[in-house]
């Protein structure tokens, strides 16, 4: 697949829910990185907002608001194929994090960056996982603590085949107490016992 063009990519949404109710952030867009990490456990992302409406004022931002993005790429040609098809990004919801770099540009009007970290951490930050597991693989314990404490897929997600985690199979059967650990803890210290 081959991109035309670097203005073949749009935001189709960038939405914030937060304790004032919904707000579209479209209009205040400067900049979005979304960043992936092998040494970190969840996807983490920044938004560069501009406003003249102090923002942060009127949507009350404490930390964990929601931010919804929806991701537009068009322009991508498969071989000789002539037609152009418009492929669809959503990453999972984000939650703020903090704000910073405020910067007051004119009188009035402010650029500012929320960070953002995604819906995993969070739901893993407000569980603990107390659990024994017998006679059962690694993988096995992995998927099922992935299904009880981090799975947010919807249901029709799930019904459509929306993959939510991939877990490599293991062959061993183990015996294991998770000693009240956050599910993505938990996650990791049963891949550090595979072989």
Known sequence: MKQTNTSDISISKLAIHSATGDYDLKPHFVSLNIYENLYRQSLTADITLSDSVNLPYHLALVGQETVNID?????????????????????????????????????????????????????????????????????????????????????????????????????REERFIIPNLSPLDAIRWLSKRTE
């Not at 037609?83 to 770099?101: D, G, L, R, W």
């Open 71 to 171: 991701i537009k790429l068009t322009g991508f040609k498969e071989g000789s194929a002539i037609a152009e098809q418009e492929i669809s990004i959503k990453p999972p919801p984000f939650h703020v994090i903090n704000m910073n770099n405020r910067i007051y540009t004119k009188p009035k009007t402010q650029v500012f960056t929320l960070l953002l970290i995604s819906e995993h951490y969070m739901s893993s930050l407000h569980s603990k996982v107390s659990k024994s597991y017998f006679n059962k693989t690694i993988g096995e314990m992995v998927s099922d603590i992935y299904l009880t404490y981090l799975d947010d897929r919807t249901q029709s997600e799930k019904d459509n085949g929306l993959r939510g985690l991939f877990v490599e199979p293991t062959n």
